[in-house]
Each structure stands twice: as C-alpha cells, then as structure tokens.
C-alpha cells in the first residue's frame, strides 16, 4: 500500500483500510469520521454489503478504530437506513451496528445526530409517490462514538444564529420562571452569548450540480462517486471535535470529501478507498490550493441561513379519504393515478 496522493497535510491511500489501520500504532488517531457503504438491499456500485450480513462485515473495522483512536478521541458514522425487500418495513440494521459497537467493540455512544437532507427526492417511490403509505426518508443518522465517556469536544465550534423569537427576547427582556414542563428558566436564560447551540438534527442539503469536483470529473471523462456526503457534514464535526494539526481518517475515503475539509481547517488526514477511479475525480478536489477557512457558510443576515421543517399540523384536514383496511397492500400504480 502507497499513498496515492499526497498534499501538504494529508494523503490518500488505494487499498484496504483495514490493512493500513492495522499497519498503524495504537492510539494515535484523533477522529475517525466515515460514509460507509450502507446496508443495502440491493448492490451498487461502490460496493456495499446487504444489511443483514453487514454487522459481521464491520465488526472488523469496528476493532480496529477502537484500537488505533486515543482515549479521547471520536468516531463518527453517517450510515443510512434500508427497507426491507418486497415491504414497506425497515430493516434494523444500523441500529444493530450501533449496538455491536458498544456492547462488543466497548465503543460509548456519546450522541446520535440525525443528518436531514432537505432536497431529498421522495422514496421508496414504491411506498412513497405509488401507494402513498409511507413518507420520503430524508434522514440518516450519525453515530458519535467514543472510546470513552468523556471524548474532547465544544460545541462552541459550531454555533447557529439565533432565531428571530431569540433575537426578540434578547431585545425586549425575558421574566425568569418555572415553566409549566418544570424547567426552570433562570436570568442566564437572557444573556447574549452571540448564537445558539444547534440541535442534533441537522440540515443540509445534499444539492452539488455545478461543483469544482464534477467540472473536473466531467473534463477528465471520469464517472463521479455516486454517493457522496456533503461537506458541511464532516465539517461540522471535524470543527466540534478536533484542534488544527489533529490527526483525522476516513476509512472509506470514496472521493475524499473529507481529505478537501480538513486540508481547508489545517488537520492531519488521511483518506483511504478501495476503488481507483473514484480517487482519480477525488484529485479534482486537491488541484487548486485549498480555499480560505470559512467563519461562516452563509451572510448572517442574508437569505440561506436554514431551512424550513414545517409543522406537522400544517395541513392536516385536507385530505380525510378513507383508509385502505389492507394498509394499501393491493393498491396498484393505476389505482393510484386514479386517486
């Protein structure tokens, strides 16, 4: 195994991680942040493993992070779920793969997030768009694990503004009290810290029609990864769990979306993928020198600063047509466009 590329920070490596994992000492990584292949229920093209063999497959890889990541060091999965074939249920296998990583690898979960992608098509178009059963799946969790309970982080790193009804208790003063849910709301509850602590949901949108990456891969007549993580995701938690010069690894580096964030914020990387012609777009993402750090994606006070979730009771009472006593298991595609 040789790096395939190098740059003044990190390098990546064509060939299995788990042989290079193995190759390094122990405790010397300070985050280990991936996008594996998930568990699907059908193959493609990168390769994944069918959900219900995939906790055995990982397990491996799952001893080795514990192995080469410091005390207080994080690992972090972006993982997607799966439905089972033929029905509209859902498979459990990325909830068992968080399982098996605490209670057999003696990984701590220390949060979960969950990543919503706001410009996620409806699917399974099958349940979703054809019998309307189901609704769009739209999220993937992110498992934050570590090696121990108490893993260096701040969630100061990645501050959100406030929201406007802040904004308006900052200005106009808020009246210290017990709510009725029993939180008492104290006089700290109106200091003006400069923005909010985000949630654990979070919200980005996996749109990239006109990237630096694509125009290269398009010029070279290279076929893009076709399952990429946007940058703002790594970022976010390369931000909130590492210092600059840290040493960062993806596993499944794909087209080293992760290599190209913590060149940009000055860590350590290195990125390592099994398939060559996805390394050869991801040199598209190390061709010019790396943009300046960001303080912020967007102007503050510009448009794009979040994006909408709308309450659930938004329209509820405009349709009340009779439910399927089958569940819509009959309906067919035609009965469908009739309704």
Known sequence: MSPFHKTRRGQIVLGDSLEYLAGLKAECVDLVITSPPFGLVRKKDYGNVESHEYVDWFKPFGHEFKRVLKSSGSLVIDIGGAWIPGQPTRSLYHFELAIMLCREVGFYLAQEFFWWNPSKLPSPAEWVTVRRIRVKDAVNVVWWFSPTPWPRASNKR??????????????????????????????????????????????????????????????????????????????????????????????????????????????????????????????????????????????????????????????????????????????????????
Request: net charge negative; proline share 9%.
């Open 158 to 339: 990645v501050l959100v503004p406030y929201s406007d009804a802040m904004k308006g208790l900052l200005k106009n003063g808020y009246r210290a009290k017990l709510r009725p849910s029993g939180h008492d709301i104290s006089e700290k509850f109106s200091r003006d810290n400069g923005a909010a602590i985000p949630p654990n949901l979070i919200a980005i949108p996996n749109t990239e029609s006109n990237s630096y990456y694509l125009r290269y891969c398009e010029k070279h007549e290279l076929k893009p990864h076709p399952a990429r993580f946007p940058a703002a995701l790594p970022e976010f938690f390369v931000r909130m769990l590492t210092d600059e010069g840290d040493v960062v690894i993806d596993p499944f580096g794909g087209s080293c979306v992760t290599g190209e964030v913590c060149e940009r914020l000055r860590r350590k990387w290195t990125c390592i993928e099994m398939c060559e012609d996805y390394l050869k777009g991801a040199l598209g993402r190390f061709e010019r020198p790396p943009e300046p750090q960001q303080e912020c994606l967007f102007d503050p006070n510009g448009e794009g600063t979040a994006y909408r979730l709308y309450h659930p009771a938004a329209r509820w009472s405009v349709h009340e047509d009779p439910l399927d006593e089958d569940g819509g298991k009959e309906r067919t595609i035609n009965a469908r466009r009739r309704t």
